[in-house]
């Protein structure tokens, strides 16, 4: 049967977006210890979830993603977590460490193994082998990253980067008070509308789950109080993207979820 989902996996569109924010789960890991997904991003956390079958062509990917969030560690302590886990929770925890030590995923502080169906894929569109996903932004559980059946280091480190820039939000302090994208789903455009507590030179940007950014829609001065920018989305990719609002140093998120 996983050879069965293998292959269909690696058939499979890379990088299919359907989830625009995080699903919580509570479970404990292999070391017996509980996790409540939203309450550690509430506390700032950034999670990369990597289901694994375990296979050979999970191999690469996951080391790829335990370096990349090991390259974290020091600018970042205690901020960036790789979470492994069973694809499906057949997979008992001792043979899911063992295939991991021998790819070179040790489990440490950073880096967790999990075996359990509360921590479900599909809650993040299709299947992959592996499944890469970064979840983060604080209260808003906003998802940085999705990838079926490879990582691209580079990207993988740029949603990471968006994930800890969005977290490390002062709200208070933040000039953009209210941030809204109609209609969402969009078609061929979109209207962005947000309120600044002070004029503030602005930039807008549009990225896919993958950390690449697509478009730049906008960048100059804007007044206090409601702003609007209009987004062509007519040949974008029906998928799940994410806006990337600055204003005097300060970003928000939001998701914009595309339907042709």
């Not at 997904?37 to 999670?47: M, N, R, S, V, Y």
């Not at 979109?190 to 990225?207: C, D, R, S």
Request: aromatic share 8%; glycine share 8%; proline share 4%.
């Amino acid at each position: 049967m996983k050879k069965l989902i293998l292959l269909i996996s690696m058939v499979a569109t890379s990088a299919i977006a359907y989830a625009q924010t995080a699903t919580n789960f509570t479970c404990n890991d292999c070391s017996g210890v509980s996790h409540d997904l939203f309450t550690e991003l509430d506390a700032g956390k950034i999670i990369v979830l990597d289901w694994v079958m375990p296979c050979g062509a999970c191999a690469g990917p996951s080391l790829t993603a335990y370096n990349v969030v090991g390259s974290f560690q020091s600018s970042h302590p205690g901020s960036v977590f790789l979470y492994m886990a069973d694809d499906f929770a057949n997979t008992v925890c001792s043979s899911l460490n063992g295939w991991a030590n021998s790819i070179g995923v040790p489990q440490n502080a950073y880096s967790l193994r999990f075996s359990n169906p509360a921590i479900d894929m599909l809650d993040y569109g299709s299947i992959g082998m592996p499944k890469i996903v970064v979840v983060g932004g604080g209260v808003n559980h906003t998802v940085f990253y999705n990838s079926n059946n490879t990582v691209n280091a580079s990207a993988l480190q740029a949603a990471i980067n968006l994930a800890l820039t969005s977290t490390g939000i002062n709200e208070q302090n933040n000039p953009l008070s209210i941030l809204n994208i109609y209609p969402n789903p969009a078609d061929k455009s979109a209207e962005i509308k947000f309120v600044l507590n002070q004029p503030a030179t602005v930039t807008i940007e549009l990225f896919n789950l993958q950390g690449k950014r697509l478009q730049d829609i906008f960048s100059g001065p804007m007044i206090a109080g409601e702003n609007k920018v209009e987004v062509n989305t007519a040949k974008l990719a029906a998928a799940t993207y994410l806006v990337k609002l600055t204003g005097d140093g300060k970003t928000r998120f939001i998701n914009l979820l595309v339907s042709h």
